[in-house]
């Protein structure tokens, strides 16, 4: 069972990347999905998530009105839409799936997610 995220690059402030995190293995219709982010030095923090009803979806403040995740079951995948870049957002980010939410909630939590792909590096110039 894998995830595979892509879409990771350099990019300067207020610039726009768009993340993918692809299954393999296994299908993402019953698993919400989060992402999160770790930057050099830095715990690694929760940053949006999709329920696998697709009813919820939640966004940490940082993030808020700038990322925007979705999913494509029929592709299994999903994809964090990021604008506006600022410097604070560079970091690795993650994509991770689990049930342990339910089928109709999602969380930020990265301790409920038991599924982790390896991670797509960020860099936003000032």
């Known amino acids: 069972w894998q995830l595979v995220e892509s879409g990771g690059g350099a990019v300067q402030t207020g610039g726009s990347l768009t993340l993918s995190c692809v299954a393999s293995g296994f299908s993402l219709d019953d698993y919400a999905i989060g992402w999160f982010r770790q930057a050099p030095g830095e715990e690694r923090e929760g940053v949006s998530c999709?329920?696998?009803?697709?009813?919820?979806?939640w966004y940490e403040d940082p993030v808020k009105g700038r990322f925007t995740i979705s999913r494509d079951n029929a592709k299994n995948m999903a994809t964090l839409q990021m604008n506006n870049l600022k410097p604070e957002d560079t970091a690795t980010y993650f994509c991770?799936?689990?049930?342990?939410?339910?089928?109709?909630?999602?969380?930020?939590?990265?301790?409920?997610?038991?599924?982790w792909g390896q991670g797509t590096q960020v860099s936003v110039s000032s």
């Open positions: 991770a799936a689990t049930k342990q939410s339910g089928y109709l909630l999602c969380t930020t939590a990265d301790r409920h997610y038991d599924y």
């Open positions: 999709i329920s696998a009803s697709r009813d919820r979806i």
